[in-house]
């Protein structure tokens, strides 16, 4: 360590040694935006899984028109058919965006590049949002195809009876769903963990809840306040009320507001390896 | 730059990190010694603010690194060349790199031809790379922002001997216009061809640091006598003279003396020579392989010749 150092000669190439820059600036939310989006498509995995929301649409709107009574075969059943794998598949697209980076290590060079994790975080969760949207979009048109197609095969007039409230409700429980996903990988970032954890959140715990509002009337009588899966059940029925909004804002607290936060300070707290 | 001050990393009783105080200075490579388990890639992570450290500072360019605007301007980071999206291809993990940044895409041609990557394996899944071009596609990351400081953990690490000896020139290179290299090994080799200083790492702990020069030297001078039956004369010479003299088990002995000094020993001892050289890092590694077997020591060994 005794030598000091001499600027090195000039390298062949002539590039002398820099002085340290002051023109650098972090990169813009909207570029976090567009990289986190290349990143959604730019795998086999994530490109499929996306393009099986429309492929599901697809397949969900031909069944119903082969499957389906011909009086059936209005809007409503399209969409409701349509809705179910996009209900499945739209939280694991989040979930991926988020448990990827520790899954597959790709943290270590994306948190490299990009130090405040929590840009990275927030540019993964408008992706996951324009996704949801766009797919809900797409769903709507193979929804509304599916209907006219119907209605040709039927000779009957086709049945619009699905209203913008009922649809915005729906969009609205995609996006919860959504957001549980991405809420389970800030807390877990695990793939297979927060996959399965997702399960466990929308398919064990409402029947453990409703098993147990059967046997005590206390938890039956709090179910509504305290059950997040029991209130988005309002979501399906038409645009909730006033006090079904409470009971979703109040039972989204513990389910998914606070292990969000927790999630969301370990998440720039823990260690990428 | 590179600037470490008493940098410290515990997990729960484990102290993996412990006390770092170094710096990598532009101009020159330093060389991150230890055997596996050291807690080099804990430093390496509290650097680049993977690894939120218990105690102690690292900053980078003078600014901690999370606080440098765009980092991977100004310092080049490759700590797995494994940890990748196995699903991406080289080409594309490239040009996330160059549009997180806000680079060129230009740019990511520019890399691959730097680390010698082809068109065709650019276009590959890193699924399909060998451990020798996710390396290379590492160096590309690390360098495709141009940066000042590099900081590669374990680049060496599954290249043939043409690979290593191309990553040497890219570090020589790069140190040579001025760039600071920080770079890791439990390989004593691979550091030893490329580093300018060396940080020697054990147990968290550093336990010898300064220039290769300076640890060399501490390995004094290999001697063999033409006559076998000499070395005893030579011995009794040397510890005469004072100067430490250890038998090698191949007739040889090392002389903790220059070579000039012993060659004048030998002389006034009237004892002819086969071999009279430096002895090549022998007191490095000798220290290094204590470090390695033994996990019990909790004093370093003096390290001769060396600040430690």
Request: hydrophobic share 50%.
């Amino acid at each position: 360590m005794s030598t000091t150092l001499t600027p090195a000669p000039a390298a062949p190439t002539g590039t002398p040694a820099r002085a340290p820059r002051t023109d650098l600036t972090r990169p813009p939310f909207g570029r976090l935006v567009r990289v986190e989006a290349r990143k959604t498509f730019d795998t086999r995995a994530g490109l499929w899984l996306s393009a099986s929301i429309v492929v599901l649409a697809v397949l969900a709107t031909g069944a119903v028109i082969a499957f389906a009574p011909d009086e059936a075969l209005t809007y409503e059943q399209f969409a409701s058919a349509i809705g179910i794998p996009m209900a499945v598949i739209l939280p694991m697209l989040a979930i991926l965006s988020i448990t990827s980076e520790w899954s597959q290590r790709s943290g270590l060079a994306t948190f490299t590049m990009v130090p405040s994790r929590g840009r990275v975080i927030a540019a993964k969760a408008v992706v996951s949002l324009l996704v949801g949207v766009v797919s809900m979009v797409v769903a709507l048109g193979v929804g509304a195809l599916g209907t006219l197609v119907g209605s040709l095969l039927t000779g009957l007039d086709p049945v619009w009876d699905v209203s913008p409230s009922e649809f915005a409700s729906l969009g609205v429980a995609n996006l919860l769903g959504m957001a549980v996903g991405f809420m389970l990988g800030v807390l877990l970032r695990s793939s297979p963990a927060a996959i399965v954890g997702y399960f466990v959140f929308t398919f064990v715990v409402p029947t453990l809840s409703m098993t147990l509002a059967a046997f005590q009337d206390r938890w039956a009588d709090a179910q509504p306040w305290a059950d997040f899966g029991y209130a988005q059940t309002a979501l399906f029925d038409g645009w909730p009320d006033g006090e079904q909004w409470a009971q979703l804002g109040v039972s989204s607290l513990p389910w998914l507001v606070l292990p969000m936060l927790v999630g969301l300070w370990l998440v720039t707290r823990s260690e990428v390896k | 730059m590179i600037d470490v001050t008493a940098l410290t990393k515990t997990y729960g009783a484990h102290r993996a990190v412990d006390d770092l105080t170094f710096t990598a200075r532009p101009g020159r490579v330093t060389g991150f010694l230890g055997p596996n388990g050291a807690g080099k890639s804990t430093a390496m992570r509290m650097m680049v603010g993977l690894t939120p450290p218990t105690s102690g500072t690292a900053t980078v360019c003078g600014r901690r690194f999370a606080d440098l605007p765009n980092p991977p301007r100004e310092v080049g980071v490759l700590l797995d060349a494994s940890a990748q999206h196995a699903g991406r291809t080289g080409r594309e993990i490239l040009t996330i790199a160059a549009r997180t940044i806000g680079l060129p895409i230009s740019r990511v041609g520019e890399s691959l031809e730097q680390v010698s990557l082809t068109a065709t394996e650019a276009d590959r899944r890193v699924r399909h790379y060998s451990l020798g071009m996710r390396q290379r596609l590492g160096i590309a990351a690390a360098l495709i922002g141009d940066p000042d400081v590099l900081i590669l953990d374990e680049p060496a690490n599954g290249l043939d001997p043409a690979g290593i000896r191309w990553m040497r020139d890219v570090l020589r290179g790069f140190s040579q216009r001025g760039g600071t290299v920080l770079l890791s090994s439990h390989l004593l080799g691979e550091i030893e061809v490329v580093a300018d200083d060396i940080v020697v790492i054990g147990h968290g702990r550093i336990v010898a640091q300064g220039t290769k020069a300076e640890l060399l030297a501490g390995a004094g001078t290999f001697v063999v006598p033409a006559d076998p039956a000499d070395a005893a004369t030579l011995v009794r010479a040397c510890t005469d003279a004072g100067v430490e003299v250890v038998r090698d088990s191949d007739g040889g002995l090392r002389v903790e003396a220059e070579a000039p000094a012993v060659g004048r020993l030998a002389h006034r001892a009237d004892v002819p020579l086969a071999q009279l050289r430096a002895a090549d890092g022998a007191g490095l590694e000798e220290m290094f392989l204590q470090l390695t077997a033994d996990t019990q020591r909790e004093t370093p060994a003096p390290l001769r010749g060396a600040a430690a």
